[in-house]
């Protein structure tokens, strides 16, 4: 049985209680590895490393820090192979997916941000008698706290912006996806990582995360996760007066016009409901479709769907693997459940799948299309986060922006329109941090990523994220 070891100081250390978690398998449901059940005394001494190291770190020259990062990122892409087995044996979604897009994304966030730094400037405001400029210092000791979806991908969209300014971390990946940010310690130690710069706690959310977001000497937290869970990290963080950057829920709108290439809407909306088993915060999850297309596009879509094969992760054919955990699993299930008591009527899947073999325990469903709900039903509402996707139709584009925009969320939004004036209407309207117009999941890394209302507050991304890790002091010369 693999153990996982906490990362502090630049060593692999066993949690302070001594206590450990099982650590599950999705695609089987068994237990195949142990996780630290860490709590405040392991963020403590998480705290004091870092502390230790910050003069180094910050005071490194910062092409020598970018240097360090590109070895990562490089490790990161020599080590695919066993990256991607890794994330595909902790998270339950198929190998292929590991392989064309949590790695390597996970590989590009280490190079971005390492390059990135060496072209961040800070601005100056000249009079005739006096010269303002301002100093962008690094905060200190900051808190990344990422979740399972996608679990390296998102644990280094935090870690590297907040390295490459110069801080020192300590990071919290979630307990139920931890292995490749354990594996990821190992090269970083190898990269030239000065110890402590990087701290990596494993444990629960609300033991370690906890301890993280209430640390007096952590200034800033960078979390990625549930409204919920946002909301209580606000709750803490706020009156201690924390840097805080919250990326929460979606309940993401899909809208699909009569006047869209409908070949290509339909293939891409499927995409955009069942990538990752539905498990990506950006998944078009509500799918509203204008009334004169609406059995052309369902024709189409589920025609998509029903290839969209369940299975073992490691099968090169599986498009859909498991869900992350029985308690996610028995969560879409209740909601398709639900579904069916708000009268809607299930398309396809629906249903819970025991493959043959090695995965007959593991936490599969078929993908789910529905239709016949409201669109402000709760199954309309509500964030799923699984492979559960509706279909509403619509007749004019004022009612369609109205029921996209009637839920507490706005991370992302697609449009599809060959309506130049509409399309650029339709996105100005939509309550959304992030629009796509005939496209789904492009992600420019120097782009403002992050939602509106109950989908988070502020944004990740291109210089925001070195913004957010950084503090500006502005200085003042008399000329
Ligand atoms: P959670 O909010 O449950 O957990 C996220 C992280 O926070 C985990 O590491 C978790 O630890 C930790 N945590 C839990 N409780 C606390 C606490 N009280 N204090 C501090 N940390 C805590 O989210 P999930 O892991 O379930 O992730 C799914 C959610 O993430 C969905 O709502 C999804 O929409 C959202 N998400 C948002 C994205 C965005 O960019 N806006 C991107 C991806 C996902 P543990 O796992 O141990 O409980």
């Known amino acids: 049985m693999n153990t996982i070891s906490n990362f502090i100081g630049g060593e692999f250390i066993k949690p ?8 599950y398998e999705p695609a089987t449901g068994e237990v195949y590895s142990l996780v630290p059940d860490s709590d405040e005394r ?3 001494l998480a705290v004091i490393a870092a502390q230790k190291a910050f003069p180094i770190w910050s005071g490194m020259p910062v092409e020598k820090r970018s240097e360090i990062m590109l070895r990562i990122a490089d490790f990161l892409t020599l080590h695919l192979e066993r990256f991607a087995s890794a994330e595909t044996i902790d998270q339950g979604k198929p190998l292929w997916l590991s392989k064309a897009m949590d790695i390597p994304r996970a590989a590009q966030n280490f190079h971005f941000f390492g ?27 900051v808190g990344c706290i990422s979740p399972w979806n996608l679990p390296l991908y998102l644990f280094s969209w935090k870690i590297a912006p907040a390295l490459a300014t110069g801080n020192c971390v300590i990071a919290k990946p979630s307990e139920l996806t931890p292995m490749t940010a354990y594996l990821l310690a190992e090269l970083c130690q190898k990269a030239g990582m000065p110890p402590g710069v990087l701290n990596i706690i494993h444990g629960l959310g609300a033991k370690v995360g906890a301890a993280i977001t209430k640390h007096t000497a952590i200034h800033a937290i960078s979390f990625t996760g549930g409204t919920k869970t946002g909301a209580d990290i606000a709750r803490t963080a706020a009156p201690m007066f924390k840097k805080l950057s919250l990326e929460l829920g979606g309940k993401n709108p899909n809208i699909i016009f009569d006047d869209c290439n409908l070949g290509e809407a339909a293939l ?13 915060c950006l998944c078009g999850s509500r799918i509203f479709v204008q009334q004169s297309i609406y059995d052309a596009f369902k024709e189409q879509f589920l025609s998509h769907v029903s290839r969209f094969t369940v299975g073992d992760p490691l099968e090169p054919g599986t498009v859909q693997g498991a869900l992350v955990s029985k308690a996610h699993w028995e969560k879409v299930l209740s909601y398709i459940e639900l579904a069916k008591q708000e009268g809607g009527t299930v398309l396809c899947g629906g249903n819970v799948v025991n493959p043959e073999g090695r995965c007959e325990n593991g936490w599969f469903i078929e993908p789910t299309v529905i239709e016949g709900l409201s669109y402000d039903c709760r199954t309309n509402q ?6 559960v996707a509706t279909l509403v139709p619509f007749e004019t584009e004022e009612e369609v922006v109205a029921m996209a925009n009637s839920t507490n ?19 100005a309207n939509l309550q959304s941090g992030i629009v796509w117009i005939n496209c789904w999941m492009v992600r420019d890394l120097r782009t403002p990523f992050g939602g509106v209302k109950h989908s988070g507050v502020g944004r ?5 994220a070195l913004k957010f890790f950084t503090e500006p002091k502005n200085v003042c010369v008399k000329l």
């Open 115 to 141: 390059t990135e730094i060496l072209h961040f400037a800070s601005e100056a405001h000249a009079t005739n008698q006096h010269l303002n400029y301002t100093l962008r210092t690094p905060i200190g000791v």
């Open 16 to 23: 302070v209680s001594g206590n450990y978690l099982d650590n």
């Open 382 to 387: 509500e964030e799923i986060f699984g492979p």
């Open 42 to 44: 392991d963020v403590e």
């Open 409 to 427: 969320y706005g991370l992302a939004a697609v449009v599809w329109t060959e309506n130049l004036s509409k399309a650029h209407r339709v996105a």
């Open 268 to 280: 891409t909306s499927a995409r955009a409901a069942f990538t990752n088993q539905g498990e990506i």
């Open 460 to 464: 990740e991304g291109g210089f925001e």
